[in-house]
């Protein structure tokens, strides 16, 4: 597997209105993605911007982690099955949205890394 880029970075809150409104009133960044957009049906999320770099919110009820990095890779489905066969533990399989593919895996103390491909060829 070949990383091209680190597409977000992803932090995990309990509260997605209050995490805004500090990220943007707060903090000044741009919404990017507002919470309750499109995508967010499954999981609430937003993305705002901070200089090209994009910080992803993704609300859980019982937050599992603190943060994770996306990679970007050209094929989520054959870095998964690369990285399986060397054993690499596989968190959450690959799955589809309407703008990309991901999947999970854990680095050996157990953080996740999320494996991430946009439909659009695009990345960072």
Same mark, same amino acid.
């Given at each position: 597997?070949?990383?091209?880029a680190v597409d977000f970075v992803s932090y ?13 009133d707060v903090l000044g960044l741009e919404v ?27 609300? @859980? ?9 996306? @990679? ?28 990309c593919f991901m999947a999970v895996v854990a ?6 890394? @999320? ?10």
């Open positions: 597997m070949k990383a091209k995990i809150v309990s509260d997605m209105a209050r995490s805004v409104t500090f990220y943007r990017a993605l507002p919470w309750g957009g499109p995508g967010t049906s499954h999981v609430p999320f937003a993305e705002l911007e901070a200089g090209g770099t994009t910080i992803s919110l993704t609300q @859980l009820p019982q937050p599992q982690t603190n943060a994770i990095v996306a @990679l970007a890779v050209d094929d989520v489905h054959a870095a998964v099955e690369e990285l399986r066969g060397k054993g690499v533990p596989i968190e959450m399989e690959p799955i589809e949205t309407g703008d680095d050996p103390d157990g953080n996740n890394i @999320l494996i991430h491909q946009r439909k659009d060829g695009t990345c960072g």
